[in-house]
Every structure is written in structure tokens, then in C-alpha cells.
Nanobody
């Protein structure tokens, strides 16, 4: 599976963005997720979604602001981000696993190249 993330950019605090992650090569299977990594920090879990879309998981600091969704007809996963804060600034990565969901990045088998999100204050 090849994953292509897009949709990042520069936005003011309080603004919104929608990230997309398109899969090619084979269909997304099992869980897909978004992680992010800020300079000098560890890669951290943001959100995950089951193949059906019926189960979603979020990191506490993004609950109520971010929404993960997927369109299996387009083999694409999305991350809608509202009320963005400067601390959301990071490179955002999409990932997919053949196993059940996890908040640990090393449990994911496939990774996109990352898309930069910068939130100015």
C-alpha cells in the first residue's frame, strides 16, 4: 500500500484544515490513523478509524476539534481539523495497519510521506 497525504498548510489559530490520505496499490485494510510529529518531539497518535468507520479513537487534546473519517469507495481517509491551535503545528502522517488499532506508531505497517500543518498565533 502506498499512502499519499495532502491538505496541510499555514492557517491562523482558530482556523480549519482537512487532510486527505489516499491509498493506492491495494485497498486500505483494517485500521487507518493519523499521527503527528513536531520538531524535537516524539511522533504522537492523533486519531484512528476502523475499516467500516464505525469505530474511531482520538488523542485527548484533539477530541471535539478533529474528526477522522473515510470513504472506502475512494480508498481515502480524512482528518477534519477545527479550532486549530499553535500547539497543533506538526508534520501530520497517515498510516495503516493490518492489525487492530493502536496508538503506538510502531504497530502501523504503512506510512504516507507527511504533510506540514502550521498554525500561527
Amino acid at each position: 500500500v502506498q499512502l499519499q497525504a495532502s491538505g496541510g498548510g499555514l492557517v491562523q489559530a482558530g482556523g480549519s484544515l482537512r487532510l486527505s490520505c489516499a491509498a493506492s496499490g491495494r485497498r486500505f485494510s483494517s485500521y487507518a490513523a493519523w499521527f503527528r510529529q513536531a520538531p524535537g518531539k516524539e511522533r504522537e497518535f492523533v486519531a484512528a478509524i476502523s475499516w467500516s468507520g464505525g469505530s474511531t479513537y482520538y488523542e485527548d487534546s484533539v477530541k471535539g476539534r478533529f474528526t477522522i473519517s473515510r470513504d472506502n469507495t475512494k480508498n481515502t481517509v480524512y482528518l477534519r481539523m477545527l479550532s486549530l491551535k499553535p500547539e497543533d503545528t506538526a508534520v501530520y502522517y497517515c498510516a495503516a495497519t493490518l492489525r487492530s488499532w493502536s496508538s503506538n506508531w510502531y504497530n502501523y505497517d504503512y506510512w504516507g510521506q507527511g504533510t506540514q500543518v502550521t498554525v500561527s498565533s
